[in-house]
Every structure is written in structure tokens, then in C-alpha cells.
């Protein structure tokens, strides 16, 4: 019985200390999620899918405003001399998908980052204090991503 008892807590007491994946939160695409401290605004999958060379991207994302108020997101693309501003004003209680659902995404122009790299983002939005996040520059190579391609 023992023995019994030690084979079942031997073989099923993985999980006592290892965490569970799922109460794990993650972007599960090629973006990346904006963490809360941005503002009211919720930004999902933000990933930018550039031409060849990098010289210029559309910015593509989710973008969601819970609240009972138009909000204007702002983001800077870049650091030092060369950052790149958008701005982007969401109605209260909209969504609204940059790149998909027959809205356009924004365009990157003087994006000067190549496919495959990550580009620095300032993410803030309402009275959010603004957060920095690592924006990956994709390419138009993959089927679906080629039509977000400028």
C-alpha cells in the first residue's frame, strides 16, 4: 500500500510545484501585448510588418477602450534623434483593429529597422504614466502578412 501511495505521489507531484501555463499571461501571436501602465487603452498583438529593406512599416494592432470615454493613444517608435510619432484616437467602448477588419493600419515612414528586429515603443494613453515595450519589425513572408506590408 506504501508503496502504491509513494508510485502515485512520485509520478503526479510534478505538478504541486511546477506552474500552471495557463495562469500565465502571453501574447500568442507575433505581437506583443502593452502592459496596463500605458493608460485606459488596451494595446494587443502591436507588431510593425515592414517592406524589405525597413525603410518603412505599418504599424498593426488591437486596440481597445473599456471605458466611457475617447482616448488618444500616442506612441513613439525609436529612440534619440530618430523617433517616430503616431497617435491614434479611439472612441469610448471601441475596438479598433489596425490592419485587419477593413481598417488601416498606421504607417512607419523613416522606419530604418530591419525584418527580424525589435524596435523601442512609448506606449501611453489617458493619465497612464506611458510604458516602454520591444515592438518586433516583421515582413510580408508569411502569407497573411504579406497584405499588411506596405
Not at 3 to 17: Q, Y
Not at 97 to 108: F, Y
Amino acid at each position: 500500500m506504501a508503496i502504491g501511495a509513494a508510485l502515485v505521489v512520485g509520478t503526479t507531484g510534478c505538478s504541486m510545484i511546477s506552474p500552471q501555463a495557463t495562469t500565465i499571461g502571453y501574447a500568442a501571436a507575433e505581437g506583443v501585448n502593452v502592459p496596463d501602465e500605458s493608460g485606459p487603452l488596451e494595446v494587443r498583438n502591436a507588431q510593425i510588418v515592414a517592406n524589405e529593406d525597413g525603410s518603412e512599416g505599418n504599424f498593426v494592432a488591437a486596440v481597445i477602450n473599456r471605458t466611457d470615454e475617447s482616448h488618444t493613444l500616442t506612441i513613439e517608435l525609436g529612440e534619440g534623434s530618430s523617433v517616430i510619432p503616431l497617435t491614434l484616437r479611439v472612441p469610448a467602448g471601441a475596438t479598433i483593429s489596425l490592419g485587419a477588419d477593413g481598417e488601416e493600419p498606421l504607417l512607419v515612414e523613416g522606419l530604418d529597422t530591419p525584418p527580424g528586429a525589435d524596435i523601442v515603443g512609448f506606449f501611453q494613453s489617458g493619465d497612464g504614466t506611458g510604458v516602454l515595450v520591444s515592438v518586433p519589425v516583421l515582413d510580408g513572408a508569411l502569407d497573411y502578412l504579406a497584405p499588411l506590408a506596405p
